[in-house]
T-cell receptor
C-alpha cells in the first residue's frame, strides 16, 4: 500500500524555526511535494523535491532522502500567517498521494 | 484572473438528490483532478483527466461521474447523495510533463442532510 506519516500538530512561537517531518511508503516515486492549507482555504504548492538534498525557497526549505523514504519541511523566521496545515505528498504516478497533514500553530 | 475556479462554493442538499460541481481552469493545463477532503482534512484523489481523457479513477463509487467537455473544464456529477458524501471537494490542475505542482480551486463544501 501507500502511506505517508506526519506529526498531527506542531506549535512554535513567532521568529522560531520549525521542522515538519514526513515518512512515506509508496510503490513508485517521482518526488515529494509540500502544500500549505489555511483554514477554509485551498491547498497551495510550496515545494517539490525529486532528488536527494535540500531545496530552499525564501523562508521555507524542503529536504528529501530517498534512501530513507523521508523528507521534511523547514520553516524559518516563523510568522503568524504561517499558522496552517501542511501536507506532504508523493507522486507514485500521475496523481498525488497526500499525507495526513500537520497543523502548525504559531504563537506571538 | 482566477486560475482554477469552482462553482458552487457551498452546496447543501438532502440525501438521495443529484448534484453537480463545475470546475474551470484558465492556465492552459492539460491535466485536471478531483479531490475529496473529509472532516479530518484527509485529502484523497478521486479522478484525473488528461486532455479530456480519464486516466485515474480511484475506486470511487459509480454514483460519482466526472465529465470533461474540454481540457479547461472538469465537472463532477453525484447521484443519489449520501450522508458520507459530505466533504469539501477540490478541483486541481497541473501543467504538462516535468511540472509537478498542482493548482487547486477554492473548494466546494458539500453538506448532505
Amino acid at each position: 500500500g501507500q502511506s505517508l506519516e506526519q506529526p498531527s500538530e506542531v506549535t512554535a512561537v513567532e521568529g522560531a524555526i520549525v521542522q515538519i517531518n514526513c515518512t512515506y511508503q509508496t510503490s513508485g516515486f517521482y518526488g515529494l511535494s509540500w502544500y500549505q492549507q489555511h483554514d477554509g482555504g485551498a491547498p497551495t504548492f510550496l515545494s517539490y523535491n525529486a532528488l536527494d538534498g535540500l531545496e530552499e525557497t525564501g523562508r521555507f526549505s524542503s529536504f528529501l532522502s530517498r534512501s530513507d523514504s523521508y523528507g521534511y519541511l523547514l520553516l524559518q523566521e516563523l510568522q503568524m500567517k504561517d499558522s496552517a496545515s501542511y501536507f506532504c505528498a508523493v507522486a507514485p504516478s500521475d496523481k498525488l498521494i497526500f499525507g495526513t497533514g500537520t497543523r502548525l500553530q504559531v504563537f506571538p | 484572473d482566477t486560475a482554477v475556479s469552482q462553482t458552487p462554493k457551498y452546496l447543501v442538499t438532502q440525501m438521495g438528490n443529484d448534484k453537480s460541481i463545475k470546475c474551470e481552469q484558465n492556465l492552459g493545463h492539460d491535466t485536471m483532478y478531483w479531490y475529496k477532503q473529509d472532516s479530518k482534512k484527509f485529502l484523497k484523489i478521486m479522478f484525473s483527466y488528461n486532455n479530456k481523457e480519464l486516466i485515474i479513477n480511484e475506486t470511487v463509487p459509480n454514483r460519482f461521474s466526472p465529465k470533461s467537455p474540454d481540457k479547461a473544464h472538469l465537472n463532477l456529477h453525484i447521484n443519489s447523495l449520501e450522508l458520507g458524501d459530505s466533504a469539501v471537494y477540490f478541483c486541481a490542475s497541473r501543467a504538462g510533463t516535468g511540472r509537478y505542482e498542482q493548482y487547486f480551486g477554492p473548494g466546494t463544501r458539500l453538506t448532505v442532510t
